[in-house]
Nanobody
């Protein structure tokens, strides 16, 4: 299983970024995909999840600003992040739990700063 994340960067407060995560080695269309983030000195927390049917769930702090989506034909999950705030600064990881094991992408840095 491999998860290849991309799309991070430096953005000003109020700006937008889109993260992508391409998956291989799993039956992507039936997998629950998730994005997590980890800020310096803090634990890694879930940001958003999307199940096979497309139903999504978000942590309260990003509701209304972030959107998780998936393209099964591309085996890719996305995280559209709008109205970014400095407190969104973190390393973002895509995640899948597959056959009782957890798999993580390599992480992509998102920095929100003026």
């Amino acid at each position: 299983v491999q998860l290849q994340a991309s799309g991070g960067g430096l953005v000003q407060p109020g700006g937008s970024l889109r993260l992508s995560c391409a998956a291989s080695g799993i039956a992507f269309s039936i997998a629950t995909m998730a994005w997590y983030r980890q800020a310096p000195g803090k634990q890694r927390d879930v940001v958003a999840t999307i199940i096979s049917s497309g139903i999504t769930n978000y942590t309260d702090s990003v509701k209304g600003r972030f959107t998780i989506s998936r393209d099964n034909s591309r085996r890719t999950v996305y995280l559209q992040m709008n109205s970014l705030k400095p407190e969104d600064t973190a390393v973002y990881y895509c995640h899948v739990s597959w056959k009782t094991r957890d798999f993580w992408g390599q992480g992509t840095q998102v920095t929100v700063s003026s």
